[in-house]
């Protein structure tokens, strides 16, 4: 996932789509722990996405109190 993709999304879309990522890497660790995973790499990848989000939603909050 890109960040232009991630910027063009609404705060909802963005809420849903850390949710999402989460139950993700819930599930490849839990892959992870029990030597079923196939790619390890997808794990550093949803995380990142992760942490894309999170400070996408937190520059807007910001932005929006600064207002």
Known sequence: MKASEIR???ADELNAKLI???A???NLRFQHAV???ENPMRIKAVKKD???VNTLL???E???SAN
């Open 35 to 37: 030597n079923q995973l």
């Open 58 to 60: 937190r520059e807007r």
């Open 8 to 10: 063009e999304m609404s």
């Open 50 to 52: 992760i942490a894309r």
């Open 62 to 64: 910001l932005k929006d």
């Open 24 to 26: 993700e890497l819930f």
């Open 20 to 22: 999402d990522l989460k």
